[in-house]
C-alpha cells in the first residue's frame, strides 16, 4: 500500500509563490509516473504537472512557465513550485503515483490565490 502525504498549500496574493510538497511513503516496487493534480470548485479534477519514471515532464498548458516539478528521491519526496500564482490557480491540490500497487492519490492541500 502506498501512501501520500501533501502540504504547503496556503492562501497568498495573486503573483505571489507557493511550494506544494508530497511524501511518499509505503511499499513500491517499481513507480512509473507521478503528479500533480488539481480540482476548483464546480470543476473536474485536472492533471497540472507530471514526471515519468524515465524523467520526462509535462505540463498542463495554463501552467507552463510558472509551476515546476521535481523530485528529491533521498526525501522521497515529489514538489510543485508554483510562482506567479493567479485567482484562477485556486484549487485542492493532489499529488497522485502510479505504480506497481496501483494508482494513489493524496487527501489534497488548499491553495488560495486572492487579493
Known amino acids: 500500500q502506498v501512501q501520500l502525504v501533501e502540504s504547503g498549500g496556503d492562501l497568498v496574493q495573486p503573483g505571489g509563490s507557493l511550494r506544494l510538497s508530497c511524501v511518499v511513503s509505503g511499499s513500491i516496487l517499481s513507480l512509473f509516473a507521478m503528479g500533480w493534480y488539481r480540482q476548483a470548485p464546480g470543476k473536474q479534477r485536472e492533471p497540472v504537472a507530471g514526471?515519468?519514471?524515465?524523467?520526462?515532464?509535462n505540463y498542463a498548458d495554463s501552467v507552463k512557465g510558472r509551476f515546476t516539478i521535481s523530485r528529491d528521491y533521498a526525501r522521497n519526496t515529489m514538489y510543485l513550485q508554483m510562482n506567479s500564482l493567479k485567482p484562477e490557480d485556486t484549487a485542492v491540490y493532489y499529488c497522485?503515483?502510479?505504480?506497481?500497487?496501483?494508482?494513489?492519490w493524496g487527501q489534497g492541500t488548499q491553495v488560495t490565490v486572492s487579493s
Open positions: 514526471v515519468t519514471s524515465g524523467g520526462f515532464i
Open positions: 497522485n503515483v502510479a505504480s506497481t500497487s496501483g494508482l494513489s
